[in-house]
């Protein structure tokens, strides 16, 4: 893996030119727009993109926190065909961390997010005028299903994936992870992992963060989200500098700093587990950060007027990039239609 990286590290004017070339939209009805917009009192960065404006909006609440989602923008390329994609970096997260800093970025919670995401969307919905699509990933799967219950009039569909479902998955993330290491007969794995999780509530941000590498690393049929998927498009992204991705990591310590508190005991189902609008759950079938099982579990206790849960095949955390062309087909086939024929389609 290092060598891989060091290839892409060699590579990288080379790929990103090539990168800018292929993101290049020239149809008629395209839109493409990238800037700083005025949200809840800041500036805040969003990227809209796709080839056809009239297409429906997939707007993106990102996880981490602080872990922006448009360094993927490349990899995204072939949804913008049918999608108009809408990535937002969040208050304290990207662009918006880099423009703002900590004193501009003021105090962070969910209910900070949450806001400010609607106001996003009553953004979007003033300027292209087409239904949205809200897509929760990951730590952004809780300030997205707030966002889909209290406002269910601006959003014609909640997608989670990723979906986390509070602190109740913990534990099965931790079994999960000894099961895989075990397989692998990593006992230096399962010997730290053991150690880590005796201290449960009393870890450190640095030894919370060396049992989430444990994790990720512990499963190695499906891609590392770190080494795999966020660091090459991280270091390839023709639309990110390496200033950028130094205020990247600067926006993710402060981010997680200032939600762990909340990130320790939010729980989504004691937010109401009625939707008003239809709600699906697009989850990797091997996910041990958000556990496949604990997601499914919340989406059975789930009241929607129309609702699916779909696994994405060889896929960890991270589904939607990681597998992104199955995850496109899901939204093709599952999504898309209902949200562009609604009576016709809801059950």
């Known amino acids: 893996m290092a060598v891989n990286m060091l290839t892409t590290l060699i590579t990288r004017k080379s790929t990103q030119k090539k990168l800018a070339k292929d993101l290049l939209i020239t149809t008629p009805d395209a839109i493409v727009e990238e800037g700083f917009i005025k949200i809840g009192g800041i500036d805040q960065w969003i990227t809209i993109r796709g080839e056809d404006q009239h297409n429906p909006v997939l707007f993106f609440i990102h996880g981490g926190p602080a872990?922006?989602?448009s360094i993927f923008t490349p990899l995204l390329r072939p949804w913008e065909k049918y999608f108009t994609l809408v990535q937002w970096d969040q208050r304290g997260a990207g662009k918006t961390f880099r423009k703002n800093g900590r004193t501009g970025t003021g105090p962070l919670t969910f209910e900070r997010l949450v806001q400010d995401g609607i106001e996003v969307a009553e953004f979007l919905r003033t300027r292209i005028s087409q239904p949205i699509i809200l897509v929760g990933s990951s730590v952004g799967s809780f300030t997205g299903t707030i966002m889909a219950r209290r406002r269910p009039d601006l959003f014609a569909a909640y997608v989670g994936t990723d979906q986390n479902t509070g602190p109740d998955a913990s534990e099965l993330s931790y079994q999960l992870t000894l099961e895989w290491l075990r397989n692998a007969g990593n006992t230096k794995g399962v010997k730290a992992v053991e150690k880590l999780r005796a201290k449960k509530d009393q870890l450190t941000p640095r030894e919370a963060t060396r049992?989430?590498?444990?994790?990720?690393?512990?499963?190695?049929?499906?891609?590392?989200?770190?080494?795999?998927?966020?660091?090459?498009?991280?270091?390839?992204?023709?639309?990110?500098?390496?200033?950028?991705?130094?205020?990247?990591?600067?926006?993710?310590?402060?981010?997680?700093?200032?939600?762990?508190?909340?990130?320790?005991?939010?729980?989504?189902?004691?937010?109401?587990?009625?939707?008003?609008?239809?709600?699906?759950?697009?989850?990797?079938?091997?996910?041990?950060?958000?556990?496949?099982?604990?997601?499914?579990?919340?989406?059975?206790?789930?009241?929607?007027?129309?609702?699916?849960?779909?696994?994405?095949?060889?896929?960890?955390?991270l589904a939607a990039f990681a597998r992104s062309e199955?995850?496109?087909?899901?939204?093709?086939?599952?999504?898309?239609?209902?949200?562009?024929?609604?009576?016709?389609?809801?059950k």
């Open 67 to 69: 872990s922006t989602y």
């Open 326 to 346: 199955q995850f496109l087909n899901e939204l093709l086939q599952r999504v898309r239609p209902l949200v562009l024929h609604p009576i016709i389609n809801a």
């Open 211 to 317: 049992l989430h590498q444990w994790t990720i690393k512990a499963n190695p049929t499906v891609p590392n989200m770190i080494m795999d998927l966020i660091l090459p498009a991280m270091l390839t992204s023709p639309n990110h500098t390496l200033r950028d991705l130094m205020e990247y990591f600067k926006g993710m310590s402060f981010s997680a700093e200032q939600l762990a508190p909340e990130m320790k005991t939010i729980d989504p189902r004691k937010l109401g587990r009625r939707f008003d609008l239809p709600f699906f759950v697009l989850q990797g079938d091997t996910d041990a950060i958000t556990p496949t099982a604990a997601a499914k579990a919340y989406f059975d206790e789930i009241e929607a007027p129309y609702k699916e849960f779909v696994l994405i095949k060889q896929a960890g955390h």
